[in-house]
C-alpha cells in the first residue's frame, strides 16, 4: 500500500509562488508514474502535471504550462510542485496521485491519492 501526503499549501497574493510536496510511505514510489491534480469548488478534478518513474519526461495541462514545474526525488520518495507566476484561477485543492501508467491525464487511471493541500491565490 501507498499513503500520500500533501503540504506546502497556503495563501499567496497573485504572481507568488508555491511549492507543493508529496511525500509517500508505505512503500517507494520508484515504480509508479506520478501527477498532480487539482479541485476547485463546483468544478471536476483536473489534471495539472505528471511524469514518468524517474521524473526525465514531464506533461502539462496547457493553462501551467511554463509556470509549473514537477519534479521527483525517489531516493527520497518525494513528488514536487514548483508553481510560480500563480494566478486567482490557480485557486484550488490539490492532490497528488500514483499510477502504474505513465503518460496518462485521466484520473481512472490513478490508483492512490492523497488528501489534497488547499492553495489559495489572491488578487
Do not use: H
Not at 6 to 18: H, K, N, P, R
Not at 45 to 59: D, K, L, M, P, Q
Amino acid at each position: 500500500q501507498v499513503q500520500l501526503v500533501e503540504s506546502g499549501g497556503g495563501l499567496v497574493q497573485a504572481g507568488g509562488s508555491l511549492r507543493l510536496s508529496c511525500a509517500a510511505s508505505g512503500q517507494t514510489l520508484s515504480s509508479y508514474a506520478m501527477a498532480w491534480f487539482r479541485q476547485a469548488p463546483g468544478k471536476e478534478r483536473e489534471f495539472v502535471a505528471g511524469c514518468n518513474w524517474s521524473g526525465g519526461i514531464t506533461y502539462y495541462a496547457d493553462s501551467v504550462k511554463g509556470r509549473f514545474t514537477i519534479s521527483r526525488d525517489n531516493a527520497k520518495n518525494t513528488v514536487y510542485l514548483q508553481m510560480n507566476n500563480l494566478k486567482p484561477e490557480d485557486t484550488a485543492v490539490y492532490y497528488c496521485a500514483t499510477s502504474r501508467i505513465s503518460g496518462s491525464t485521466w484520473r481512472s487511471n490513478y490508483d492512490y491519492w492523497g488528501q489534497g493541500t488547499q492553495v489559495t491565490v489572491s488578487s
